[in-house]
């Protein structure tokens, strides 16, 4: 059993209420059926994520890191210190790999803000 430090008494889950939970999936699960695929948990597609990162060859500190994990080895929890502008170059780095192997023609950089990407998937 998980207790707190301070009064030694069991601490208090931090689940959601399913209500919540719903809430979020939701537009998730809405995305996939207009684009016509698969249930694929949003925890499945961090699972992904990941895996796809290592084929850039990317280092596994900026991964983790890109993930929102913490740090694990004593190097990286005091020694290891990344810019954003390092951790966004990585990222636009697994991007650009994973829409090559998707054949997702890879829109143009700029710097206008959001913009939308037409898919050839569906018509």
């Not at 694990?72 to 929890?77: L, N």
């Not at 710097?111 to 898919?119: A, D, E, F, H, P």
Request: glycine share 6%.
């Amino acid at each position: 059993m998980v207790r707190c430090r301070e009064e030694n008494q069991p601490a208090r889950s931090k689940r959601l209420p399913a209500r919540a939970v719903a809430a979020l999936w939701q537009p998730h699960e809405d995305a996939l059926q207009v684009a016509g695929l698969p249930h694929l948990s949003l925890h499945g597609l961090r699972r992904l994520f990941g895996t796809l990162a290592h084929w850039t060859e990317a280092p596994v500190g900026v991964v983790a890191q890109i993930m929102g994990h913490k740090p694990s080895a004593i190097a990286e929890k005091h020694y290891r210190r990344r810019h954003l502008d390092l951790l966004r170059m990585w990222h636009a780095r697994i991007e650009a790999w994973i829409l090559e192997q998707a054949g997702i023609e890879q829109p143009e950089e700029s710097t206008s803000g959001l913009r939308l990407v037409k898919s050839s998937a569906r018509t």
